[in-house]
C-alpha cells in the first residue's frame, strides 16, 4: 500500500507545534506484546457469488469456506465476519447442505463442525449473508482513512459529477467486511469470485476472467478464478464505468482501468508498467509470478494505492492529462511500489503487522531501484532524500522499532518507519553487501518463502546464506532497534606530521556502527576514505595529506541515515558542489547557498554554477534561491535564467525560471509569461500567472480559466492561491477547496500562505458552489482517521465546519430560493456530526 495523507500540512503543523500530539508509540499506556496470530485453521478455499444492493448499499453474498486444521484436532470454524447479517450457514458435501449451529456476536461467527477435524483433513462450510458496509464500527487511520472493507461511490447516481462505483479495501483487515474469513496476514486460500452486476459496468477482480454470462433484467454475471494463494487482506472487487486499456508484459495482459475521460492518457500515466515488469523480474530473477496485471482507479478512495494481487487499485489522483504528464507524472512512484508488492507483501506477506517492513519497506525502495535503473543514480537519489525528510520530519518516529511487536493499533505500522526509514535501510544494507549478494539474497528470501509469509529474521538468514557475513548486528540495530545516528564532527591538522584527524560525535543515547564514506579536498580534489564507525561516542580517524584539507565532507556517498551538523563555509560548500560527483553534496551545497545568496559571493557563486547542473531538481533548487532584483545578481545570473525560461528541456525548470523572473517585475518579460500562458506545462502557465499577477495584476482574471487545476499537484496550487483568492477566479474555487479547508494549521508552518487559504475559505463558505463546499467538507471527513483521538485536532476542525456553517445560513438568508445551497449546509452538518460521533 502507499499511503497518502491529505493533511500532511496539517498534520506536520500539529506535530511541530508547542502542543504537539505527536507522542512516544507507548506513553499513556500499559507496553504490550502483539504476537503473530495463532493459526488453528488453514484456510484452502474461498469460494464467493455476490451482488449488490445499490440503493441500500449492500451486497448480497454467498460464501464456501474450505479449510481443514491447521494442526491440532478441532470441531470449530472461527470467522471474521463484521456487520453482516448472516442467514444461513451450512456444511457443504459435494453440493449437499446440511445446517450447523452458529454463534455470531462482535463480528465473530463461532461454527460448530459436524465432527473433529484432523489435519489436513478438509471441510467447507456455506455461508449465506448480507454485507452492510456502513454498519462497520471499525475506525481508520492515518495510512488508511476508513475501513468498511466495500465502497458504493455515488451509488444512487444523486452527483452528476462523480461516476458509479464499488470497491473494496482490505489492507489491515477489513476484507471481513464484505467476506467471513480468517482475516489475518498469515492466511492464503485460493479464491473464485461470481459478481453479478449490471451489463453496463465493467468488473475486475484477482485472477483470471473464465466467464461473462448475461442474465435477465440487464444484468451480468463475471465469473474471476485466483488459483495461485494470497492472503485475504489481498482480495478485490471493483465495479463502474471504465474503459480498459490493453497492454501485456511478454504473453502475460497488462491491463489500464480508468474513467473514460482519461483513456487517451492511460498509457502515459501507466505506460511504463511492462517494463518495470520486466525490470523487476530480472532484478530478482524470479519472474513475475501471477497470471495478470491490471490496475484500476477509484474515486473517494482512502489511501493512495494498494497492491490488490494482480488488480492494483489507485486513488484516482493517478488520473492525470497532458498539463500535468508533461511535467511530471506525479504517481509513477506509485505505480512501482505497488508493482513491487506483488513480489514483496503479495508472494511472500508479512506474518503479521508487527513484521510490516518485509512488505512496505522494499515497496518504498521499489521507487528507489525503478528510478536508478530508468533515469539514473541522481534521479533516484532525490526520491532518496525526499523520503529521508519525510522520516525526519515526523519526531515520534524516532521511537520506533521497525520491527514493532509493541504497537498500538496495528494501522500505526502504515508509517515514516516501516515506509521511509526502512526503505533507507534496505539502500544501506544494498551497498554494505554488494548488488550480486544482495539482489541473490532476496532471490532466496522469495523461493525459500514463495505464497507463504516472512519475517525480517527470514530476510536476514537469507542474505547471511548467500553472502557468508554475520548480519546480526545490523538487523539488531536498524531493524529491531529505534532512532539514528545523530553526528558532529570536527577536524584537527598536524602539519608535521601531515596528517588530518577527522573527530566522529554520535550525539544520541544509542550507538550505531557503520561504514562511512569521509571525502577529503585538497586543491579543490576529493579523496575517498572508506572508514568504520565504532558505536561508541567519539572515533577518529587521520589520513595522510599535503596541506590543510581545504574541505572534509562526511557520508560523502549520502548512504548514511543519519542526522549530520554540519559547519561549513560558504567557500567549501562552493567547492563541495563543484567537485563533488554525488547528488545528495551537490544537492546540500545548492541547498545551502539558496538560503545565503545576498549575504555572501559564494553562495551566489554556487548558485550561478548550479543552474547548469545535469539534474534538473540541483537546477530548480538554485533558481529558488536567486532574487533577480539585486543588481549584482542580475549581473550573475540574468541572461542564463532568461534563456532557462524558455529553453530548458524540463518543464518544471522553466516554471521555476519564470519565477524567478518576476522578481525582477520588469514589464519587458511580460510577453514572455504571455507565451507561458499557452504552454501546454500546467507548472509553466501557474509560474506565468504568478509572474503577471506581480507586474500587472489588472491581467489575470482574463487568462486564469487558461489553467486547469482539477488534480493538480499541491504546490502549484500554493503557488497560485493567493492570485485565485484575490481576483476571484469562480472557476478555480473547487480546486482551492481542500488547501482552504486547513488554513489554521497552515498558518503554524506558513502564516503567509495561511491567510490566503483563510481568505479562500471564508470566500468558498460565502458563496454558493456546491462543488467547492463539497470538496472541502469532503477533505475534512477524510482526514478524521489521520488524527484519531486528539481532541485539540477534532476540536479545531469542528470550528472550522461550524464557522463555514454559520457563512453558509447568510448565504441563505440572502437568497432562500437557492436550489443548491441547502445541499451544502447538509454537507456541512453532516461533517459535524461525523466528528461529534468519532
Known sequence: MKKIL????????????????????????????????????????????????????????????????????????????????????????????????????????????????????????????????????????????????????????????????????????????????????????????????PDKYITLSNGELKSSTKE?????????????????????????????????????????????????????????????????????????????????????????????????????????????????????DVISHELFHHWFGDLVTTESWSNLTVNESFANYSEYLWNEYKYGKDFADYTLMKTREGYFRDPSNISKDLVRFNYHSKEDMFDGVSYNKGGNILHMLRNYLGDDAFFTGLNDYLKTNEYGTGEAQQLRLSLEKISGKDLNWFFNQWFYGSGHPKLSYTTTYEPVKKTVTVSINQNQSQYFQFPLAIDVYENGKPTRKNVWVSAKSRNEFSFPVSKNPDLVNIDADGLLLAEITDNKTADQYFTQYSNSKEFLSRYKAVENAAENSTKNAASLKTLVAAIKDQNFRIRMKALSGFDLSKTDQQKAALAEVEKMASNDPKTLVQSSAITALAKTKDKKYLPLFEKGMSSVSNSVKGASLGAIAAIDPSRVSALADKIDLEGANDELIAQLLPTIVKNKIEKQMPAIASTAAFYPFIKFQNPELGASAEDAFNWIMSSDNLKATSNLTKVLTQVKGQIGQNPQAKMMIVQILKDGLAKKMRVLKANPSSATINQQIDLINKAIVEYSAH
Open 6 to 197: 491529505i493533511a500532511a500540512l496539517f498534520l506536520g503543523a500539529l506535530m511541530t507545534s508547542e502542543n504537539s500530539f505527536a507522542q512516544t508509540e507507548t506513553s499513556g499506556r500499559t507496553e504490550v506484546y502483539r504476537a503473530t496470530h495463532t493459526k488453528t485453521t488453514e484456510l484452502k478455499h474461498t469460494k464467493l457469488k455476490v451482488n449488490f444492493d445499490f440503493q441500500k448499499e449492500q451486497m448480497n453474498g454467498e460464501a464456501w469456506i474450505s479449510a481443514s486444521p491447521y494442526f491440532y484436532p478441532s470441531d470449530s470454524l472461527v470467522l471474521d465476519a463484521k456487520a453482516m447479517l448472516i442467514h444461513e450457514v451450512s456444511l457443504d458435501k459435494n453440493g449437499a447442505k446440511s445446517a450447523l449451529k452458529y454463534d455470531y456476536k462482535n463480528d465473530m461467527l463461532r461454527i460448530s463442525l459436524d465432527k473433529t477435524y484432523n489435519r489436513n483433513q478438509d471441510y467447507t462450510v456455506y455461508i449465506k449473508y448480507t454485507a452492510r458496509p456502513n454498519e462497520v464500527t471499525q475506525k481508520g487511520s492515518a495510512a488508511i482513512m476508513d475501513a468498511k472493507g466495500l465502497y458504493f461511490i455515488n451509488a444512487q447516481g444523486k452527483d452528476p459529477d462523480k461516476p458509479t462505483q464499488i470497491w473494496t479495501q482490505g489492507e489491515t483487515e477489513a476484507s471481513s467486511a464484505w467476506f467471513p474469513t480468517i482475516d489475518k496476514p498469515n492466511q492464503k486460500t485460493t479464491q473464485e469470485i461470481y459478481m453479478t452486476v
Open 216 to 332: 435477465s433484467g440487464g444484468m451480468r454475471t463475471d465469473y474471476w478464478v485466483m488459483n495461485k494463494k494470497h492472503a485475504p487482506y489481498l482480495f478485490f472487487m471493483g465495479v463502474g464505468d471504465y474503459a480498459v486499456v490493453k497492454d501485456k508484459w511478454r504473453n502475460i495482459p497488462v491491463d489500464y482501468y480508468v474513467e473514460k475521460e482519461y483513456e487517451p492518457y492511460a498509457k502515459q500515466i501507466f505506460g511504463n508498467t511492462p517494463e518495470m515488469i520486466e525490470f523487476f523480474s530480472k532484478l530478482l530473477k524470479y519472474d513475475y509470478p501471477w497470471n495478470k496485471y491490471a490496475q484500476i482507479t477509484a474515486r473517494d478512495y482512502v489511501s493512495g494505492a494498494m497492491e490488490n494481487t494482480t488488480a492494483t487499485l489507485h486513488s484516482d489522483m493517478a488520473q492525470q492529462k497532458p498539463g500535468d504528464l508533461i511535467d511530471e507524472n506525479r504517481w509513477e
